[in-house]
C-alpha cells in the first residue's frame, strides 16, 4: 500500500514536500516513482529513484525537484521549490522496478494521489 501526502495551495515560486508511506512491501527492494496528471492530460513522469538510489526526473522539473528516501521510515519525498502553475496537477507515487522508468505502466503498485495546486 502506497499512501501520497503533503499536496496544498501555494502561490508560484513556493514549495511543498510531498511524501509517499509505503507499507506491505519490502521497501529496500523496489523503486518508487512520481507521476503527476492534470485535468485532461495523461498521467506523466516526474521523477524516481530507484531501489539502490539511482535518480532520474523529468527535464520539466530538473533544478527544481528533489527526490530522496528513507528506508528506515519507508518513505520518498520529493522536495519541490520554485514551483510554477504548470506544476499544478495531482501527484501519485508508484513501486516497481521498471526498466523504463517515465513509463507508468512498469509500476505494480500504486497510491492515491495528492493534490498541487500553484497559483499564480
Known amino acids: 500500500q502506497l499512501q501520497a501526502y503533503g499536496g496544498g495551495l501555494v502561490q508560484a515560486g513556493g514549495s511543498l514536500r510531498l511524501s509517499c508511506a509505503v507499507s506491505?512491501?519490502?521497501?529496500?527492494?523496489?523503486?518508487v516513482g512520481w507521476f503527476r496528471q492534470a485535468p485532461g492530460n495523461e498521467r506523466r513522469f516526474v521523477a524516481v529513484i530507484r531501489w539502490n538510489g539511482g535518480i532520474d526526473y523529468a527535464d520539466s522539473v530538473k533544478g527544481r525537484f528533489t527526490i530522496s528516501r528513507d528506508n528506515a521510515k519507508n518513505t520518498v519525498y520529493l522536495q519541490m521549490n520554485s514551483l510554477k502553475p504548470e506544476d499544478t496537477a495531482v501527484y501519485y507515487c508508484?513501486?516497481?522496478?521498471?526498466?523504463?522508468?517515465?513509463?507508468?505502466?512498469?509500476?505494480?503498485?500504486w497510491g492515491r494521489g495528492t493534490q498541487v495546486t500553484v497559483s499564480s
Open positions: 506491505g512491501l519490502t521497501f529496500s527492494a523496489y523503486g
Open positions: 508508484a513501486a516497481g522496478n521498471p526498466r523504463i522508468v517515465s513509463d507508468n505502466r512498469g509500476y505494480d503498485y
